[in-house]
């Protein structure tokens, strides 16, 4: 295959079709709102970086952008926008491709996601469908441009290619795909596709951010020191009106001592 169709190719249907037998499509037909997954509404987008790897090596990059313009409930479908670019295909169209289709609203991965269906059995480490030398990590943490995220990992033809799913709203967060490419006789090279999320409008399980973990910090450890200070401003008070309603005690103790003891010591020749 010709280096400038490889990545074309493999970064538009290996990368997110490679596992689909695991996630077969559900017929379409009219949907319940309750069964509508959170990603499917007007306007939803997600946003990835797309990078070719091989002998630890960059040999190609690009981005991929899904964007679902309208969501047909009836019907139990939704048109979407799909925009790639390519830096290896630079020379063609600057490298840009586009296409729209009308996918089923229950297909998972047509849009960069899982319905609401078959993440329910991800999230429970049960594959949707049985597959040969595949399985499922749940409760995993995944960090991406687009933030750290909780998720399920899912593991492709015993390693060759994992995917990392969104736990809350089924949203692809992360997939790298081994494809192997024979060379020559000499040898072969293994190339890595990877894409990584990098933005969405979609609902994500989103940790607190550090920035806004430290302002909550901040704010609670204020919130102990004005009540600590309101204690200490009370019990200052109330010290100085029982001191105000006892008797003046006679001049005795250490002080008192110490001044008469003074005196008498300047009074020596």
Not at 162 to 191: C, E, H, M, R
Request: hydrophobic share 45%; net charge neutral; glycine share 6%.
């Amino acid at each position: 295959m010709p280096k400038s169709s490889f990545i074309e190719t493999v970064l538009i249907i290996a990368v997110f079709l490679v596992p689909l037998p695991l996630f077969s499509t559900v017929s379409s037909g009219t949907v319940s709102t309750t069964l509508v997954p959170i990603w499917a509404f007007n306007g939803a987008f997600a946003n990835y970086t797309l990078t070719e790897k091989a002998a630890n090596a960059t040999v190609d990059s690009g981005w991929q952008s899904y964007k679902i313009n309208e969501v047909n409930l009836t019907a139990a479908t939704f048109l979407m926008t799909v925009n790639l670019f390519d830096q290896a295909q630079a020379s063609v169209n600057g490298g840009f491709f586009t296409n729209s289709g009308v996918f089923p609203l229950n297909q998972s991965l047509a849009f960069p996601a899982l319905n609401s269906f078959q993440l329910d059995m991800l999230n429970q480490g049960v594959l949707p469908q049985t597959s040969k030398n595949s399985s499922v990590v749940t409760a995993t943490m995944v960090s991406v441009k687009a933030g750290t995220f909780p998720a399920d990992q899912v593991s492709v033809s015993g390693g060759m290619s994992f995917i990392w799913i969104d736990s809350y709203s089924g949203v692809v967060l992360k997939s790298g795909v081994t494809i192997t490419q024979s060379l020559n006789a000499n040898g072969t090279q293994n190339p890595i596709i990877q894409s990584e999320l990098t933005s969405t409008n979609v609902p994500m399980s989103e940790t607190l951010p550090f920035n806004m973990a430290w302002l909550v910090v901040s704010l609670v450890a204020l919130a102990f020191a004005v009540v600590g200070l309101l204690m200490v401003v009370v019990r200052r008070d109330r010290m100085r009106i029982a001191r105000a309603d006892s008797p003046s005690p006679p001049h005795s103790g250490p002080e008192c001592m110490f001044h008469q003891q003074s005196v008498k010591f300047v009074r020596e020749p």
